[in-house]
């Protein structure tokens, strides 16, 4: 029997990360709206977004590249299709180059909710080539989202509320 609070299972050729803030959606949101916020969390650990180039609107354009010295750089781009302002984020990317589908376009929802001046985000990515492929991706984005929550909680912590 479903009792509609199970989550359901993402196809193979998606991926799904929940994660929980301790900051208000409004700042969850902005710190992916505003790049002076953005470019301090975007990659997984040891790694540095050198180049942050975003117009924030629907049908708007954004670039990034992240570098390591392990891994060198990585470039990847897309376009804001859907944003509705602390709520959801909707918009397309793809690698420029390497060996995680260069050229391949996903597509990207981010919803942020809020329950108890806390965030639920979660993130949606699809569709994959393979599940080998979408594997690849699940550290790097929990990396990712690992610093976001760090940059969230600290930010909060320093502002009013």
Known sequence: MTTGTEARRP???ELLIERVFDAPASL?????EQREHMIRWWGPKDFTCTSLDVDFRAGGAWRACIASDAHGESWMSGRFREIERDRRIVFTFAWEDG?????VETLVTVTFAERDGRTVQTFHQTPFLSVASRDSHVDGWNEC???ERDYAGDLARREPA
């Open 28 to 32: 969850v949101f902005r710190i992916w």
């Open 99 to 103: 060996d995680e589908q260069p050229g």
């Open 11 to 13: 196809a193979d050729d």
């Open 145 to 147: 989202f690992d610093r």
